[in-house]
């Protein structure tokens, strides 16, 4: 007899504690989901950005070569201005010695 109302006090207790910790382990599970989802996001948002760079020099090359005009309502920039500063800027970042 004894071990039967041990074992119904243990199953109340354990019962109690979910009951009263749900709040907590639904947090902690909410929290988990965020996570993998915002890593998640911030990996798709790597790879586009990625992609629109390629893109972007592949297009900006295109453009220089074949004189690509826009006609930016701010001053004479066609393009080629912009790819010679991203020359400069790449052989500037790749001979600087590293301290």
Sequence with gaps: MQTRSSNSTSTLLIVLI????FPFWIGLIGGAIGIVAGVFG???G?????FGAIFGVIGSIFGWAFDWNWHLPFGIWNGKLFVAAAII???IVLTRTKR
């Design 18 to 21: 979910v009951i009263f910790t």
């Design 42 to 44: 911030a990996v798709i």
């Design 46 to 50: 790597i790879v586009a950005g990625v």
């Design 89 to 91: 800027l790449i052989i």
